[in-house]
C-alpha cells in the first residue's frame, strides 16, 4: 500500500525561479497538509485541506507561496519567485478525519522535498 | 506562547536502558490529542503512539508509553529497552478542538542518541 507520495525528492534552483512541488495523498485520506522544516523554526505547518478545500492557510509565509488541491489525489505547493530563506524540508501529510471528539487520525508523512534555493 | 514544549534539546541513553523524553503543553480546549512522531536521520516522520485528553488509560503502543498527566499538563514519552535504532529526533504535537480537522501544532523536538 503506497504512502503518501511526493516529488521531487530534491530541488535545487536558482534565486527567482518558480518552483511546484507535488503531493499525492493515500487513498481515502481526507485531509492534506503542507509542512515546512528548517533548523531555525522547526516544523511549521503551512496550509492545510479538507475535502480540497482549504482550512487554514495562515501559516503560508506570503503571496509568493500558494498551494492547490484540485482533487482528492494531489496538491500542489508552488513559490514564484523563490529566495534563498525558501531553502527547507517540505513535507505533504494525510489523514482521514472522521471528527468527533478526541478523534484519532494520525498524520502520514511523505518523505519530504529537500529545497535548495540558491 | 508556546503551545508544545519540549525543554530537553538532546538526550542520551544506553542500549537497553529506558529513556523519558518530556512534553508539555498549553491549552483551554477540554477536548485535544498528543502525538508523538519519530525522525530519523533519513528524514522521513513516523508517529510513535497517540494520547487523547479524554483517554483514561496511558497510551502504549510496544516499547512506547506515553505518561499522561492530565492536570500538569505534561505528556511524556518513555521508551523501554531503548534501541540504536531508536537514535533519531522525536517531536511532540498536539491537536486541539472538537473539529475533525487534525491541525498539528509541533515542539521543537528532542535528540535521542542511543549508545551501545
Known amino acids: 500500500d503506497a504512502g503518501v507520495i511526493q516529488s521531487p525528492r530534491h530541488e535545487v534552483t536558482e534565486m527567482g525561479q518558480e518552483v511546484t512541488l507535488r503531493c499525492k495523498p493515500i487513498s481515502g485520506h481526507n485531509s492534506l497538509f503542507w509542512y515546512r522544516q528548517t533548523m531555525m523554526r522547526g516544523l511549521e505547518l503551512l496550509i492545510y485541506f479538507n475535502n480540497n478545500v482549504p482550512i487554514d492557510d495562515s501559516g503560508m509565509p506570503e503571496d509568493r507561496f500558494s498551494a492547490k488541491m484540485p482533487n482528492a489525489s494531489f496538491s500542489t505547493l508552488k513559490i514564484q519567485p523563490s529566495e534563498p530563506r525558501d531553502s527547507a524540508v517540505y513535507f505533504c501529510?494525510?489523514?482521514?478525519?472522521?471528527?468527533?471528539?478526541?478523534?484519532?487520525?494520525?498524520?502520514?508523512f511523505g518523505p519530504g522535498t529537500r529545497l535548495t534555493v540558491l | 506562547a508556546q503551545k508544545i514544549t519540549q525543554t530537553q534539546p538532546g538526550m542520551f541513553v544506553q542500549e537497553k536502558e529506558a529513556v523519558t523524553l518530556d512534553c508539555t503543553y498549553d491549552?483551554?480546549?477540554?477536548?485535544?490529542?498528543l502525538f508523538w512522531y519519530k525522525q530519523p536521520s533519513s528524514g522521513e516522520m513516523i508517529f510513535l503512539i497517540y494520547?487523547?485528553?479524554?483517554?483514561?488509560q496511558n497510551a502504549t503502543e510496544g516499547r512506547y508509553s506515553l505518561n499522561f498527566q492530565k492536570a500538569r499538563k505534561s505528556a511524556n514519552l518513555v521508551i523501554s529497552a531503548s534501541q540504536l535504532g531508536d537514535s533519531a529526533m522525536y517531536f511532540c504535537a498536539m491537536r486541539e478542538g472538537y473539529t475533525g480537522f487534525q491541525k498539528l501544532v509541533f515542539g521543537t523536538g528532542t535528540r535521542l542518541l542511543v549508545s551501545p
Open positions: 491549552t483551554s480546549d477540554p477536548s485535544y490529542g
Open positions: 501529510a494525510s489523514s482521514f478525519s472522521a471528527g468527533g471528539p478526541n478523534s484519532y487520525n494520525e498524520q502520514f
Open positions: 494520547q487523547g485528553s479524554y483517554d483514561q
